[in-house]
């Protein structure tokens, strides 16, 4: 039986690739979509995956979240990495169909009692949602199958700050919490995303096998791989949130390591994780090591096959 997942992202370029991927891979059963502020500000993430799953020819619900960080107050949103709408250059319009009105943190803890114990939910923006829920219920996570979460970094340094990853600088105090008090996590961070790099080709390949979503994704890419280059990267770009969605259904291309884990929340290294081994929580298994090639081909043969 496919897996029952739920994203909660803020496309966001790479968040339309892990949307896609979640969509085409037959081991996913995508119950929703739950939307934060991010890559673009929250309206922006529902508007963004409403035009997505219309794309894809798909009507699952999305429910919109949190507005701003749980204690900072809102950041710009990342339009030098995923454009001014999130998309690239793309001008992207607003769908025929609307969001829910239960909010992201209400859907969340419904669908996970209803699901109690088989839905796995894939955070792949900042934890603003995933608190809030935790908040709304105490044992939300507890009736969750597990979290697989793209933010952090171990070992491999920021993308945001020399410090932080771009999701839990965007809320450390959200990651701090879910990290502390959440079950059965494992964090999908930099020291495995920074190593899963696609080049234009690849995306040139996907529109090749997949005109019209592989089109709208090499057009996505190559705003996103302007952006590395920018910042002297030239390989290609960082495979984030596709990776993490991976990792839901292909955990066997993951090495990990269980450490129990702190978020810095002021100061210069706000965002940064540390592992707190004398911490009393629930270790987090973080990944530490990827087969990244073989991530990349799970990637291609998945959304290559959509129209
Ligand atoms: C993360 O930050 C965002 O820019 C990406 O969508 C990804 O979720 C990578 O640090
Ligand atoms: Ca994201």
Redesign the pocket.
Known sequence: MALKLIVDT?P?I??AMAIFYAIAAPEIDLLGLTTVF??VTTPKATRNALYLLEQAGIEIPVAEGMHRPRMLPPFPP?SA??GGEGLGALDVPTSQRQALVESAPEYLVRMARAHKGKLLLCP??PLTNVAAAMDLDPSFCGNLKGMVV?GGSLRAGG?ITSAA???FYHDPHAADYVLRYGCNITLVG?DV?NRVICPRSFFAGLACESRKIGGLLRDMADYYIDFYETVGKFAGCGM??PSALVACIAPELFTTEPHALRVTCHGDRSGEMIIEESSTAQPVNVCTDVQAEAVKQNFFNNVAKLS
């Open positions: 803020d966001g790479d968040d991010g890559n990342s990495v995923h792949i923006g793209m993308n990853e771009a999701n930099l995303t984030h949130d």
